[in-house]
């Protein structure tokens, strides 16, 4: 299987800093322009063609005083395309990503080959925040995604971004790895679940592993029977092609040790419900269910191409949750690898089964943080929308950097409870625990608790419920239904937040 995902690596940034000239936009059949809020005159007379864009923009402004943007076309030879968007400098992450993807789409419109961008008037601090969030936008509009066409829309031609009117340029690191990470998960989760088998799955892994420099080791139905992993099992053991098991994968950064990171990630490639058969509304879409895994492996990804000094671990439980006669029931009583035996409630709560015995193996390791990814449960959306993601910790000092981090990536999440009195919902007079109960309240809390039971107490552990991994028209910066929700997340709390540095006990 190949995955385009090196794409946004093939395009060249260049940043300068000085303003460009006519004959500079002449070369252009795009530019975008960012200004103040109510610009004023020392703004106006750093842009090329100066009189043309103020007259177009105060005309547009007197039709519509809360405009934010001109599209208008230069009286050059060239006819160049110029977007003029005024930005707030105390705009929230999110509103710039947002306002960067209405751009990036126009810009998409036009698909040029090389696109200026000209940011005027703003501090360092801001004007570097603008043009990151240009960046990713453009970046993220630019790069394909999965088509089964017979006329398949052609690749952007976009080879080339120029950056001009910084103080300084910026560093953009950060960003063109998130781009990367953030288009594998998307390309992945966007498969049909046909083209995306577990056991397909698993040999573009191993591909990715030998290219990427990490080791590599999977873990079979018989390898996890023989680790007594029965939660994992019993959702995979109606699957008629015996393909299932987790994938473990190792970045060492050139033998260094450090802090070590276990990224985990629920990928069952279809889930029809089990037993417990979901109606044709709610299984489609299913094919996504593996989100989870794709950003652990996106993730991973972007954090091989920062080249972080810390060792990372990253775990992915590939499965899907057929109908059929071996299929797991309600009431069952199985026990995972850690010894818990849990009474099965319902089979369409198959994410948490496949993520116990992952969160288990996980902990062998001995992580110093370990985060996990999932498309877990519908009480998450119905309580953010899919706006927002769920964070649980089992460390409440992890609350604010779990928060701060959303707000300052502009993928949002919102802290949830994880108070011990939860576990009397899940009290089971046959097993140690339910696996889920049936009135549905607080789902998401639940399942959450669930999970702990499988993670070591001396572990920081952070639970990503991806609520937003899936948004009609797109979200942020990005403009696809599918997300890839936590990628930039993942990469702002441990880059910026610095929480593998932090003892949070």
């Known amino acids: 299987m190949e995955i385009p995902y090196r ?21 252009f059949r795009v530019a975008v322009v960012v200004v103040p809020d109510a610009p004023r005159k020392p703004h106006w007379e750093r842009l090329a063609y100066a009189d043309v864009l103020k007259s177009r923009y105060q005309r547009r402004k007197r039709r519509d005083k809360h405009t934010r943007q001109l599209l208008t076309d230069l009286p050059n030879a060239t006819g160049t395309r110029v977007i003029l968007q005024t930005a707030e ?25 090389a696109v200026l961008l000209h940011i005027v008037g703003f501090d360092r601090p801001t004007a570097t925040r603008l043009t990151e969030t240009l960046t990713a936008a453009i970046l993220a509009a630019v790069c394909p995604m999965p088509s089964y066409k017979s006329e398949t829309d052609k690749p952007a031609a976009l080879k080339r971004i120029e950056i001009y009117g910084l103080e300084q340029p910026a560093d953009l690191a950060q960003v063109q790895a998130e781009s990367i990470g953030n288009h594998l998960t998307r390309w992945l989760s966007a498969l049909p679940a046909n083209e995306l088998t577990p056991a397909i799955y698993r040999e573009f892994v191993g591909q990715l592993a030998a290219d990427e420099g990490w080791k590599m ?50 990928g069952i490639c279809f889930d029809t419900g089990g037993v417990n058969v979901k109606p044709a509304r709610y299984m489609n879409g299913m094919h996504e269910d593996m989100q989870g895994s794709a950003v652990a492996l996106g993730t991973l990804l972007a954090l091989t191409r920062l080249g972080i000094e810390h060792p990372v671990d990253c775990w992915l439980a590939l499965a899907q949750n057929h109908i059929g006669s071996k299929a797991y029931k309600p009431n069952d009583v199985i026990k995972a690898s850690n010894g818990t035996s849990i009474e099965v409630i319902h089979t369409d709560a198959e994410g948490r089964m496949v993520l116990a015995d992952t969160l288990a193996l996980a902990c062998k390791e001995k992580p110093k943080l370990l985060i996990d990814y999932a498309t877990l449960t519908g009480a998450c959306i119905y309580s953010l929308s899919s706006r927002y993601s769920g964070v649980f910790s089992n460390r409440d000092a992890l609350h604010v950097p779990l928060t701060t981090a959303g707000r300052d990536s502009g993928e949002r999440v919102w802290p949830f409870p994880l108070d011990k009195d939860f576990d009397d919902d899940l009290k089971s007079t046959l097993a140690d625990t339910k696996q889920c109960t049936l009135d549905g309240e607080a789902d998401h809390i639940l399942a959450a608790r669930f999970l702990n039971r499988f993670v070591d107490d001396h572990i920081n552990w952070v639970h990503v419920d991806l609520a937003a991994s899936n948004r009609k028209g797109g979200l942020g910066h990005i403009p696809t239904d599918t997300t890839g929700f936590g990628v930039r997340y993942t990469l702002n709390l441990l880059l910026q937040q610095g929480v593998l540095e932090q003892s949070w006990n």
Do not use: C, M, W
Request: no cysteine; glycine share 8%; charged share 30%.
């Open 89 to 113: 400098p105390d705009s929230s992450s999110f509103e710039l990503l947002s306002s960067a993807r209405k751009i990036a789409t126009e810009l998409r419109a036009q698909d040029p080959a």
């Open 217 to 266: 080791d999977f873990l079979d139905t018989r390898a996890l029977a023989r680790r007594k992993a029965g939660a994992f099992l019993a959702v995979a053991q109606a699957s008629p092609v015996d393909d299932a098991g987790i994938v473990h994968l190792r970045y060492r950064p050139g033998g260094r040790g450090g802090k070590r990171l276990a990224l985990v990630g629920k």
């Open 7 to 27: 794409h946004s690596e093939n395009i060249k940034i260049n940043q300068h800093t000085k303003d460009p000239d006519g004959r500079r936009i002449d070369d």
